[in-house]
Protein backbone atom coordinates (compact mmCIF):
# COMPACT_ATOMS: atom_id res chain seq x y z
CA UNK A 1 0.00 0.00 0.00
CA UNK A 2 1.10 3.29 -1.24
CA UNK A 3 1.12 5.93 2.13
CA UNK A 4 1.78 9.98 2.52
CA UNK A 5 2.62 11.54 5.53
CA UNK A 6 4.44 13.84 7.38
CA UNK A 7 6.91 12.96 10.16
CA UNK A 8 8.12 16.04 11.88
CA UNK A 9 7.05 17.92 8.81
CA UNK A 10 8.88 16.59 6.73
CA UNK A 11 7.16 14.46 3.71
CA UNK A 12 7.40 10.95 3.26
CA UNK A 13 5.94 8.65 0.78
CA UNK A 14 6.47 4.81 1.50
CA UNK A 15 5.10 1.66 -0.08
CA UNK A 16 4.49 -0.86 3.04
CA UNK A 17 2.16 -3.28 3.74
CA UNK A 18 -1.11 -1.32 5.55
CA UNK A 19 -1.16 -3.16 8.42
CA UNK A 20 2.48 -2.46 9.85
CA UNK A 21 2.96 -0.79 12.94
CA UNK A 22 3.65 2.87 12.51
CA UNK A 23 6.41 2.01 14.97
CA UNK A 24 7.83 -0.18 12.59
CA UNK A 25 7.76 2.06 9.91
CA UNK A 26 9.56 4.65 11.93
CA UNK A 27 12.33 2.33 13.20
CA UNK A 28 12.99 -0.20 9.76
CA UNK A 29 11.80 1.83 7.14
CA UNK A 30 12.62 5.16 8.03
CA UNK A 31 15.79 4.81 10.74
CA UNK A 32 13.82 6.78 13.40
CA UNK A 33 15.44 4.64 16.38
CA UNK A 34 14.17 7.18 18.76
CA UNK A 35 10.67 6.01 19.41
CA UNK A 36 11.27 2.64 21.68
CA UNK A 37 9.67 -0.46 22.10
CA UNK A 38 9.01 -1.38 25.39
CA UNK A 39 5.57 -4.10 25.55
CA UNK A 40 4.25 -3.84 21.89
CA UNK A 41 1.24 -4.09 23.70
CA UNK A 42 0.00 -0.73 24.44
CA UNK A 43 0.78 -1.07 28.59
CA UNK A 44 4.02 0.90 28.68
CA UNK A 45 4.00 4.02 25.97
CA UNK A 46 7.65 3.80 25.64
CA UNK A 47 6.66 3.84 21.26
CA UNK A 48 4.33 7.34 22.04
CA UNK A 49 4.43 9.57 19.53
CA UNK A 50 1.84 12.76 18.07
CA UNK A 51 -0.31 11.70 15.24
CA UNK A 52 -2.09 15.12 14.29
CA UNK A 53 -1.05 16.09 17.45
CA UNK A 54 -2.89 13.69 19.84
CA UNK A 55 -0.67 11.22 21.53
CA UNK A 56 -0.83 7.38 20.18
CA UNK A 57 0.89 4.02 20.29
CA UNK A 58 2.77 3.47 17.85
CA UNK A 59 2.91 -0.02 18.08
CA UNK A 60 -0.85 -0.19 18.16
CA UNK A 61 -1.54 2.14 14.70
CA UNK A 62 -1.24 0.47 11.44
CA UNK A 63 0.22 2.84 9.14
CA UNK A 64 -2.69 2.49 6.46
CA UNK A 65 -4.23 4.95 9.03
CA UNK A 66 -1.54 7.33 8.92
CA UNK A 67 -1.65 7.79 5.19
CA UNK A 68 -2.93 11.93 5.12
CA UNK A 69 -1.68 12.91 8.60
CA UNK A 70 1.07 14.10 10.64
CA UNK A 71 3.80 12.35 12.70
CA UNK A 72 6.01 14.05 15.65
CA UNK A 73 8.74 11.96 17.30
CA UNK A 74 11.18 12.70 19.77
CA UNK A 75 13.70 13.60 17.18
CA UNK A 76 11.20 15.89 16.10
CA UNK A 77 11.57 18.00 19.77
CA UNK A 78 15.29 19.41 19.58
CA UNK A 79 14.92 22.82 17.51
CA UNK A 80 18.33 21.25 15.51
CA UNK A 81 18.86 17.60 15.53
CA UNK A 82 22.04 16.62 17.18
CA UNK A 83 24.61 14.84 15.29
CA UNK A 84 28.42 14.86 15.40
CA UNK A 85 29.00 18.47 14.67
CA UNK A 86 25.55 19.22 16.85
CA UNK A 87 25.74 17.62 19.91
CA UNK A 88 22.90 17.46 22.28
CA UNK A 89 23.86 19.83 24.72
CA UNK A 90 21.17 21.78 26.94
CA UNK A 91 21.12 24.58 24.16
CA UNK A 92 20.42 22.05 21.32
CA UNK A 93 17.37 20.72 23.10
CA UNK A 94 13.80 21.97 23.53
CA UNK A 95 12.26 23.56 26.68
CA UNK A 96 10.65 19.89 28.15
CA UNK A 97 13.93 18.08 26.95
CA UNK A 98 16.12 21.02 28.80
CA UNK A 99 13.66 20.50 32.02
CA UNK A 100 13.71 16.57 32.19
CA UNK A 101 17.97 17.16 32.13
CA UNK A 102 17.56 19.55 35.03
CA UNK A 103 15.72 17.61 37.10
CA UNK A 104 16.86 14.33 36.53
CA UNK A 105 13.80 12.93 35.04
CA UNK A 106 15.77 10.31 32.68
CA UNK A 107 17.73 7.91 34.31
CA UNK A 108 17.91 4.53 31.87
CA UNK A 109 16.19 6.41 28.98
CA UNK A 110 14.14 3.84 27.47
CA UNK A 111 10.41 5.48 28.32
CA UNK A 112 11.53 9.12 28.22
CA UNK A 113 11.11 9.34 23.86
CA UNK A 114 7.64 8.46 24.84
CA UNK A 115 7.56 10.09 27.75
CA UNK A 116 8.35 13.42 26.10
CA UNK A 117 5.99 13.73 23.79
CA UNK A 118 2.96 12.77 26.48
CA UNK A 119 4.49 15.96 28.39
CA UNK A 120 4.82 17.90 24.68
CA UNK A 121 0.88 16.49 24.38
CA UNK A 122 -0.06 18.29 28.02
CA UNK A 123 1.79 21.34 27.40
CA UNK A 124 -0.12 21.54 24.25
CA UNK A 125 -2.98 21.19 25.70
CA UNK A 126 -2.90 24.23 27.66
CA UNK A 127 -4.13 22.38 31.21
CA UNK A 128 -3.14 24.19 34.01
CA UNK A 129 -0.11 22.22 35.25
CA UNK A 130 -1.28 20.85 38.49
CA UNK A 131 0.06 17.57 39.74
CA UNK A 132 -3.28 14.85 39.23
CA UNK A 133 -3.33 16.66 35.40
CA UNK A 134 0.13 15.69 34.59
CA UNK A 135 -0.31 12.43 35.88
CA UNK A 136 -3.03 11.95 33.96
CA UNK A 137 -1.18 12.87 31.00
CA UNK A 138 1.35 9.85 31.48
CA UNK A 139 -0.46 7.27 33.22
CA UNK A 140 -0.63 5.46 29.90
CA UNK A 141 3.61 5.64 30.44
CA UNK A 142 5.49 3.49 32.34
CA UNK A 143 9.01 4.23 34.06
CA UNK A 144 10.98 1.46 36.19
CA UNK A 145 13.61 3.67 37.40
CA UNK A 146 12.59 7.45 38.36
CA UNK A 147 9.68 7.33 40.70
CA UNK A 148 7.98 9.26 38.48
CA UNK A 149 8.31 11.97 40.62
CA UNK A 150 11.04 13.78 38.77
CA UNK A 151 9.05 13.66 35.74
CA UNK A 152 6.02 15.39 36.73
CA UNK A 153 8.77 17.94 37.94
CA UNK A 154 9.72 18.35 34.69
CA UNK A 155 7.18 18.80 33.28
CA UNK A 156 5.45 21.29 35.78
CA UNK A 157 8.75 23.11 35.21
CA UNK A 158 8.54 23.10 31.15
CA UNK A 159 4.78 24.21 31.37
CA UNK A 160 6.08 27.50 34.40
CA UNK A 161 8.52 28.24 32.12
CA UNK A 162 6.41 28.36 29.16
CA UNK A 163 4.01 30.53 30.57
CA UNK A 164 6.99 33.29 31.72
CA UNK A 165 9.95 33.17 29.14
CA UNK A 166 12.76 34.71 29.74
CA UNK B 1 4.84 -9.86 13.01
CA UNK B 2 2.55 -10.77 10.91
CA UNK B 3 1.31 -8.64 8.16
CA UNK B 4 -1.81 -9.76 6.46
CA UNK B 5 -2.93 -7.71 3.74
CA UNK B 6 -4.95 -4.83 4.50
CA UNK B 7 -7.65 -2.89 2.44
CA UNK B 8 -8.66 0.57 3.43
CA UNK B 9 -11.92 2.15 1.82
CA UNK B 10 -13.25 5.00 1.75
CA UNK B 11 -17.05 4.59 1.89
CA UNK B 12 -19.05 2.57 4.11
CA UNK B 13 -20.86 0.88 0.81
CA UNK B 14 -17.48 -0.15 -0.53
CA UNK B 15 -16.62 -1.73 2.78
CA UNK B 16 -20.25 -3.90 2.61
CA UNK B 17 -19.32 -5.24 -0.88
CA UNK B 18 -15.74 -6.41 0.38
CA UNK B 19 -17.36 -7.69 3.56
CA UNK B 20 -20.40 -9.60 1.24
CA UNK B 21 -16.92 -11.28 -1.22
CA UNK B 22 -14.73 -12.38 1.44
CA UNK B 23 -13.55 -12.79 5.01
CA UNK B 24 -12.19 -9.99 6.67
CA UNK B 25 -11.29 -8.90 9.94
CA UNK B 26 -12.62 -5.54 10.66
CA UNK B 27 -9.90 -2.74 12.05
CA UNK B 28 -11.33 0.34 13.59
CA UNK B 29 -8.85 2.20 16.36
CA UNK B 30 -7.10 -1.43 16.29
CA UNK B 31 -6.61 -1.29 19.83
CA UNK B 32 -7.37 -5.07 20.88
CA UNK B 33 -6.21 -5.85 17.04
CA UNK B 34 -2.84 -5.05 16.71
CA UNK B 35 -2.20 -6.34 20.26
CA UNK B 36 -3.67 -9.59 19.04
CA UNK B 37 -1.50 -9.51 15.66
CA UNK B 38 1.48 -8.72 17.53
CA UNK B 39 0.96 -11.02 20.23
CA UNK B 40 0.28 -14.11 18.14
CA UNK B 41 -2.93 -14.15 20.36
CA UNK B 42 -5.07 -16.27 17.79
CA UNK B 43 -5.06 -17.39 14.19
CA UNK B 44 -4.08 -14.46 12.86
CA UNK B 45 -6.83 -13.20 10.18
CA UNK B 46 -6.24 -13.74 6.43
CA UNK B 47 -7.18 -10.27 5.44
CA UNK B 48 -7.63 -7.44 7.39
CA UNK B 49 -10.93 -4.37 6.42
CA UNK B 50 -9.93 -0.91 8.03
CA UNK B 51 -12.92 1.15 8.78
CA UNK B 52 -10.56 4.31 9.52
CA UNK B 53 -11.49 6.45 6.81
CA UNK B 54 -15.10 5.62 6.69
CA UNK B 55 -16.19 9.08 8.24
CA UNK B 56 -19.96 8.13 7.71
CA UNK B 57 -19.09 6.16 10.97
CA UNK B 58 -18.16 9.18 13.09
CA UNK B 59 -19.71 11.76 15.05
CA UNK B 60 -21.94 12.01 18.39
CA UNK B 61 -25.48 13.64 17.66
CA UNK B 62 -28.71 14.16 19.43
CA UNK B 63 -31.77 12.76 17.48
CA UNK B 64 -34.74 13.66 19.39
CA UNK B 65 -35.00 11.65 22.37
CA UNK B 66 -31.12 9.51 21.72
CA UNK B 67 -28.40 10.19 21.19
CA UNK B 68 -26.83 8.28 18.44
CA UNK B 69 -22.92 7.51 18.26
CA UNK B 70 -20.79 6.63 15.05
CA UNK B 71 -18.79 2.89 15.53
CA UNK B 72 -15.69 4.83 15.24
CA UNK B 73 -16.83 7.22 17.88
CA UNK B 74 -13.52 7.33 20.41
CA UNK B 75 -12.97 7.54 24.02
CA UNK B 76 -11.80 10.67 23.79
CA UNK B 77 -14.43 12.36 21.37
CA UNK B 78 -16.51 11.01 23.98
CA UNK B 79 -15.02 12.22 26.82
CA UNK B 80 -15.13 15.84 24.55
CA UNK B 81 -18.48 16.06 23.68
CA UNK B 82 -20.48 18.68 25.53
CA UNK B 83 -24.12 16.99 24.46
CA UNK B 84 -23.12 14.03 25.67
CA UNK B 85 -21.50 15.41 29.53
CA UNK B 86 -24.48 17.40 29.86
CA UNK B 87 -27.20 14.33 29.04
CA UNK B 88 -25.38 11.21 29.72
CA UNK B 89 -22.26 12.08 32.22
CA UNK B 90 -22.04 8.40 32.83
CA UNK B 91 -21.17 7.63 29.69
CA UNK B 92 -18.71 9.99 29.53
CA UNK B 93 -17.58 8.94 33.09
CA UNK B 94 -16.35 5.13 31.79
CA UNK B 95 -15.02 6.29 28.80
CA UNK B 96 -12.82 7.67 30.98
CA UNK B 97 -11.75 4.72 32.99
CA UNK B 98 -10.82 3.34 29.72
CA UNK B 99 -6.68 2.53 28.96
CA UNK B 100 -5.02 6.05 29.15
CA UNK B 101 -5.22 8.99 26.44
CA UNK B 102 -2.78 6.92 24.00
CA UNK B 103 -6.06 4.20 23.81
CA UNK B 104 -8.89 6.85 24.34
CA UNK B 105 -7.58 8.79 21.24
CA UNK B 106 -7.70 5.44 19.18
CA UNK B 107 -9.87 2.84 20.78
CA UNK B 108 -13.69 3.38 19.83
CA UNK B 109 -17.00 2.24 21.14
CA UNK B 110 -17.48 0.05 17.99
CA UNK B 111 -14.37 -1.78 18.75
CA UNK B 112 -15.47 -2.15 22.36
CA UNK B 113 -18.78 -3.71 21.35
CA UNK B 114 -17.47 -5.96 18.61
CA UNK B 115 -14.58 -7.51 20.52
CA UNK B 116 -17.17 -8.27 22.95
CA UNK B 117 -14.85 -8.79 25.93
CA UNK B 118 -16.57 -9.57 29.30
CA UNK B 119 -14.36 -6.85 30.64
CA UNK B 120 -15.16 -4.30 27.88
CA UNK B 121 -15.93 -1.46 29.96
CA UNK B 122 -18.46 0.39 27.86
CA UNK B 123 -20.66 -2.89 27.94
CA UNK B 124 -22.52 -2.62 31.36
CA UNK B 125 -23.87 1.38 30.50
CA UNK B 126 -25.28 0.15 26.44
CA UNK B 127 -26.68 -2.64 28.79
CA UNK B 128 -27.95 -0.25 31.84
CA UNK B 129 -29.44 2.17 29.12
CA UNK B 130 -31.20 -0.37 27.03
CA UNK B 131 -28.94 1.11 24.03
CA UNK B 132 -29.41 -0.32 20.59
CA UNK B 133 -26.57 -1.46 18.46
CA UNK B 134 -27.16 -0.94 14.71
CA UNK B 135 -25.38 -3.69 12.19
CA UNK B 136 -24.65 -2.92 8.81
CA UNK B 137 -24.29 -4.96 5.80
CA UNK B 138 -25.12 -4.85 1.89
CA UNK B 139 -28.06 -6.23 2.65
CA UNK B 140 -29.13 -3.24 4.67
CA UNK B 141 -29.32 -2.07 8.48
CA UNK B 142 -30.66 -3.91 11.57
CA UNK B 143 -31.27 -3.12 15.24
CA UNK B 144 -29.78 -5.12 17.83
CA UNK B 145 -30.87 -4.66 21.48
CA UNK B 146 -27.60 -4.53 23.52
CA UNK B 147 -29.57 -7.03 25.66
CA UNK B 148 -29.43 -9.44 23.17
CA UNK B 149 -25.93 -8.61 21.39
CA UNK B 150 -23.71 -10.69 23.29
CA UNK B 151 -24.26 -14.01 23.02
CA UNK B 152 -21.51 -15.68 25.03
CA UNK B 153 -17.95 -15.86 25.64
CA UNK B 154 -16.65 -13.38 22.96
CA UNK B 155 -19.81 -14.19 20.64
CA UNK B 156 -21.96 -11.26 19.17
CA UNK B 157 -24.81 -11.52 17.22
CA UNK B 158 -22.97 -10.03 14.02
CA UNK B 159 -23.53 -12.00 11.01
CA UNK B 160 -19.84 -12.16 9.19
CA UNK B 161 -20.47 -9.67 6.32
CA UNK B 162 -21.83 -7.26 9.08
CA UNK B 163 -20.11 -4.14 10.94
CA UNK B 164 -21.47 -2.39 13.81
CA UNK B 165 -22.16 1.08 12.59
CA UNK B 166 -23.72 2.94 14.97
CA UNK B 167 -25.10 3.02 18.72
CA UNK B 168 -28.70 4.94 19.87
CA UNK B 169 -29.19 5.71 23.87
CA UNK B 170 -32.57 6.21 24.10
CA UNK B 171 -32.39 9.26 26.49
CA UNK B 172 -35.19 8.83 29.69
CA UNK B 173 -36.71 11.32 31.39
CA UNK B 174 -35.76 11.10 35.45
CA UNK B 175 -33.17 8.16 33.98
CA UNK B 176 -29.98 8.26 36.77
CA UNK B 177 -27.57 6.10 35.77
CA UNK B 178 -24.62 5.17 37.86
CA UNK B 179 -20.75 3.74 36.43
CA UNK B 180 -18.02 2.12 38.79
CA UNK B 181 -15.41 0.55 37.29
CA UNK B 182 -13.24 -1.64 40.03
CA UNK B 183 -9.24 -2.33 38.75
CA UNK B 184 -5.94 -2.74 40.24
CA UNK B 185 -4.85 0.66 39.40
CA UNK B 186 -6.85 3.66 37.51
CA UNK B 187 -5.28 3.75 34.38
CA UNK B 188 -4.45 0.84 32.32
CA UNK B 189 -6.47 -1.53 34.49
CA UNK B 190 -8.85 -4.26 32.63
CA UNK B 191 -11.86 -4.48 35.35
CA UNK B 192 -11.96 -7.22 38.16
CA UNK B 193 -15.51 -6.02 38.10
CA UNK B 194 -17.85 -3.22 36.24
CA UNK B 195 -21.00 -2.26 37.18
CA UNK B 196 -23.60 0.31 35.41
CA UNK B 197 -26.75 0.96 37.40
CA UNK B 198 -29.87 2.59 35.99
CA UNK B 199 -33.35 3.58 37.38
CA UNK B 200 -36.07 5.94 36.93
CA UNK B 201 -37.39 8.18 39.19
CA UNK B 202 -38.74 11.64 39.72
CA UNK B 203 -37.85 12.50 42.99
CA UNK B 204 -36.11 11.37 45.74
CA UNK B 205 -39.16 9.49 47.84
CA UNK B 206 -40.61 8.29 44.43
CA UNK B 207 -40.34 4.31 43.98
CA UNK B 208 -37.50 2.79 41.34
CA UNK B 209 -38.61 2.42 38.17
CA UNK B 210 -37.25 0.56 34.89
CA UNK B 211 -33.96 -0.54 36.83
CA UNK B 212 -31.59 -2.06 35.02
CA UNK B 213 -28.22 -3.36 36.62
CA UNK B 214 -25.41 -4.05 34.01
CA UNK B 215 -22.61 -6.13 34.64
CA UNK B 216 -18.91 -7.50 33.48
CA UNK B 217 -15.91 -8.99 34.16
CA UNK B 218 -18.52 -11.55 36.10
CA UNK B 219 -19.68 -13.64 33.85
CA UNK B 220 -18.54 -15.55 30.22
CA UNK B 221 -20.16 -11.97 28.52
CA UNK B 222 -21.44 -8.80 30.00
CA UNK B 223 -25.21 -9.26 31.44
CA UNK B 224 -27.85 -7.77 33.56
CA UNK B 225 -28.60 -9.13 36.49
CA UNK B 226 -32.47 -9.22 36.15
CA UNK B 227 -32.91 -10.84 39.47
CA UNK B 228 -31.91 -8.49 40.96
CA UNK B 229 -33.40 -5.75 38.98
CA UNK B 230 -36.92 -7.45 39.62
CA UNK B 231 -36.17 -7.01 43.24
CA UNK B 232 -35.32 -3.29 42.94
CA UNK B 233 -37.75 -2.50 40.90
CA UNK B 234 -40.62 -0.49 42.45
CA UNK B 235 -38.70 -0.14 46.40
CA UNK B 236 -37.08 3.00 47.46
CA UNK B 237 -33.16 3.16 47.73
CA UNK B 238 -33.05 1.92 51.59
CA UNK B 239 -30.61 0.54 53.85
CA UNK B 240 -33.18 -2.93 53.64
CA UNK B 241 -33.11 -2.51 49.90
CA UNK B 242 -29.43 -1.84 49.60
CA UNK B 243 -28.52 -5.33 51.91
CA UNK B 244 -30.90 -7.61 50.21
CA UNK B 245 -30.03 -6.20 46.89
CA UNK B 246 -26.31 -6.88 47.48
CA UNK B 247 -26.97 -10.24 49.04
CA UNK B 248 -28.92 -11.29 45.54
CA UNK B 249 -26.47 -9.54 43.24
CA UNK B 250 -23.64 -12.17 44.74
CA UNK B 251 -25.93 -15.15 44.22
CA UNK B 252 -26.97 -14.27 40.77
CA UNK B 253 -23.80 -13.71 39.04
CA UNK B 254 -21.43 -16.48 38.11
CA UNK B 255 -17.79 -15.03 38.25
CA UNK B 256 -14.63 -17.04 37.65
CA UNK B 257 -10.97 -16.80 39.00
CA UNK B 258 -8.33 -15.76 36.51
CA UNK B 259 -4.92 -14.04 36.70
CA UNK B 260 -6.87 -10.25 37.53
CA UNK B 261 -9.19 -11.61 40.24
CA UNK B 262 -10.79 -14.78 42.49
CA UNK B 263 -14.79 -15.24 42.05
CA UNK B 264 -14.83 -14.47 45.66
CA UNK B 265 -13.56 -11.55 45.12
CA UNK B 266 -15.51 -10.58 42.39
CA UNK B 267 -18.76 -11.56 44.13
CA UNK B 268 -18.18 -10.00 47.56
CA UNK B 269 -17.08 -6.09 45.54
CA UNK B 270 -20.59 -6.67 42.86
CA UNK B 271 -22.52 -6.42 46.26
CA UNK B 272 -20.64 -4.21 48.12
CA UNK B 273 -20.75 -1.46 45.22
CA UNK B 274 -24.46 -1.82 44.49
CA UNK B 275 -24.91 -1.25 48.10
CA UNK B 276 -22.91 2.13 47.98
CA UNK B 277 -25.24 2.76 44.82
CA UNK B 278 -27.92 2.16 46.15
CA UNK B 279 -26.95 4.22 49.44
CA UNK B 280 -25.42 7.05 47.76
CA UNK B 281 -28.93 7.33 46.03
CA UNK B 282 -30.58 6.90 49.16
CA UNK B 283 -28.42 9.74 50.69
CA UNK B 284 -28.32 8.16 53.85
C1 LIG C 1 -3.26 -0.84 26.99
C2 LIG C 1 -4.70 -1.12 26.74
C3 LIG C 1 -5.64 -0.74 27.69
C4 LIG C 1 -6.99 -1.01 27.48
N1 LIG C 1 -7.86 -0.65 28.45
C5 LIG C 1 -9.17 -0.96 28.30
C6 LIG C 1 -10.11 -0.63 29.34
O1 LIG C 1 -9.75 -0.05 30.36
N2 LIG C 1 -11.40 -1.01 29.16
C7 LIG C 1 -11.82 -1.65 28.02
O2 LIG C 1 -13.01 -1.94 27.91
N3 LIG C 1 -10.97 -1.94 27.02
C8 LIG C 1 -9.66 -1.63 27.14
N4 LIG C 1 -8.77 -1.96 26.15
C9 LIG C 1 -9.26 -2.67 24.97
C10 LIG C 1 -9.57 -1.79 23.74
O3 LIG C 1 -8.83 -0.60 23.76
C11 LIG C 1 -11.05 -1.44 23.62
O4 LIG C 1 -11.82 -2.62 23.58
C12 LIG C 1 -11.35 -0.60 22.39
O5 LIG C 1 -12.61 -0.02 22.50
C13 LIG C 1 -11.28 -1.38 21.09
O6 LIG C 1 -11.60 -0.50 20.03
P1 LIG C 1 -10.72 -0.44 18.70
O7 LIG C 1 -11.39 0.52 17.80
O8 LIG C 1 -9.32 -0.20 19.00
O9 LIG C 1 -10.93 -1.95 18.21
P2 LIG C 1 -10.13 -2.82 17.17
O10 LIG C 1 -8.90 -3.36 17.78
O11 LIG C 1 -10.00 -2.11 15.89
O12 LIG C 1 -11.19 -3.99 16.98
C14 LIG C 1 -11.59 -4.81 18.08
C15 LIG C 1 -12.46 -5.97 17.58
O13 LIG C 1 -13.69 -5.49 17.07
C16 LIG C 1 -13.81 -5.74 15.67
N5 LIG C 1 -14.37 -4.47 15.13
C17 LIG C 1 -13.85 -3.23 15.29
N6 LIG C 1 -14.71 -2.31 14.83
C18 LIG C 1 -15.80 -2.99 14.37
C19 LIG C 1 -17.04 -2.59 13.79
N7 LIG C 1 -17.36 -1.29 13.61
N8 LIG C 1 -17.93 -3.56 13.44
C20 LIG C 1 -17.63 -4.88 13.64
N9 LIG C 1 -16.48 -5.31 14.19
C21 LIG C 1 -15.57 -4.36 14.55
C22 LIG C 1 -12.45 -6.11 15.18
O14 LIG C 1 -12.50 -7.01 14.10
C23 LIG C 1 -11.85 -6.77 16.43
O15 LIG C 1 -12.29 -8.08 16.54
C24 LIG C 1 -7.41 -1.67 26.31
C25 LIG C 1 -6.47 -2.01 25.33
C26 LIG C 1 -5.13 -1.75 25.53
C27 LIG C 1 -4.13 -2.13 24.48
S1 LIG D 1 5.66 -0.55 23.07
FE1 LIG D 1 3.87 0.47 22.52
S2 LIG D 1 2.93 0.74 24.41
FE2 LIG D 1 4.62 -0.48 24.98
S1 LIG E 1 14.11 6.32 33.04
FE1 LIG E 1 14.30 4.17 32.99
S2 LIG E 1 12.26 3.58 32.60
FE2 LIG E 1 12.06 5.67 32.90
Known amino acids: MSVQFTVNEEPVELDVPGIRRLLDVLREDLGLTGTKEGCGEGECGACTVLLDGAVVDSCLVPIAQVDGHAVRTVEGLAPRRPDARNPATPDNLNLLQRAFLETGGAQCGICTPGMLMAGEAFLASGQAPTDPAIREAIAGNLCRCTGYTKIIEAIALAAARREAPG | ?284
Open chain 2, 1 to 284: MIEPPLVSPDTLSAAYRLLAEAAYRPISGGTDVLVALSGGLGAPPERLLDLWRLDELRGIALDGDALIFGALTTYAEIRRSAVCRDLLPAFVEAAATIGAAQIQNRGTLGGNIANASPAGDMLPVLLATDAVIVAGSVRGERSIPAASFWTGYRQTALAGDEIVVRIRIPLVADRQVRFRKIGTRRAQAISKVVIALSWVSAAPAEPWRSVRLGLGSVAERPIRATATEAFLEGRLPTSDTANTASVRVAAEIEPINDVRSTADYRRAVTGRVLYRLIREAGDW
